[in-house]
């Protein structure tokens, strides 16, 4: 309630980070949609403009993440992905659909915590930013200046991706 709340009055978006497994986008599910057991009160208690920031099996591959930071699925992994793909909500997100595929197909999962593995400051200096950028980019190109997106913010988003790219970090992508 309170997340939704603070969304409604500062009219900023809301961005999910999760860990990379089907657990994660549950968590995600409850605060964009509502829990079954809430389900008498869920206008009151879901925030529906939640964007998935991450953490993404397509991230993956584009942050060119070791191998270290992978973990086998499990079968109560691989059992609640397939739960998840049948819930009704999800004919209304293809991308989440698809990153849950993907999961399923590599067999793999990724905690935000073993991101650590890759630096200290890799999750908050890195990933992130670069997330964010791509994030105000997307909105910037789909609806312009009306998200109160400034031209310097995607130039700035230019910047950080071109810099990224140099350094072999990728980009994110789309909510």
Same mark, same amino acid.
């Given at each position: 309630m309170f997340l939704r709340l603070l969304c /409604?009055?500062? @009219?900023?978006? %809301? =961005?999910?980070?999760?860990?990379?497994?089907?657990y994660g986008l549950k968590i995600l599910s409850v605060y964009k949609y509502g829990s079954i057991d809430m389900a008498y009160d869920s206008n009151h208690l879901t925030t529906p403009g939640i964007l998935w920031l991450g953490l993404r099996q397509s991230d993956l591959e584009t942050y060119h993440l070791p191998q270290d930071v992978y973990t086998d699925l499990v079968d109560d992994d691989r059992t609640a992905a397939s739960s998840l793909l049948q819930l009704p909500f999800m004919d209304? @997100?293809?991308?989440? %659909?698809?990153?849950? *595929?993907?999961?399923? @197909?590599? @067999?793999? *999962?990724?905690?935000?915590?073993? /991101?650590?593995? /890759?630096? !200290?400051?890799?999750?908050?200096?890195?990933y992130l930013p670069n997330k964010?950028? !791509? =994030?105000?980019?997307?909105?910037?190109? %789909?609806?312009?200046?009306? /998200?109160? %997106?400034?031209?310097?913010?995607?130039e700035e988003a230019d910047e950080v991706e071109e810099e990224a790219a140099a350094e072999g970090h990728g980009q994110g992508h789309e909510a």
């Open positions: /409604l009055e500062t @009219n900023l978006p %809301v =961005l999910g980070l999760m860990d990379c497994d089907p209304l @997100n293809p991308n989440w %659909v698809s990153e849950i *595929k993907m999961m399923l @197909n590599t @067999n793999r *999962k990724v905690e935000l915590d073993s /991101l650590c593995m /890759l630096g !200290f400051g890799y999750l908050s200096e890195q964010i950028l !791509f =994030l105000a980019r997307h909105y910037y190109e %789909v609806v312009g200046e009306e /998200l109160g %997106v400034s031209r310097l913010v995607m």
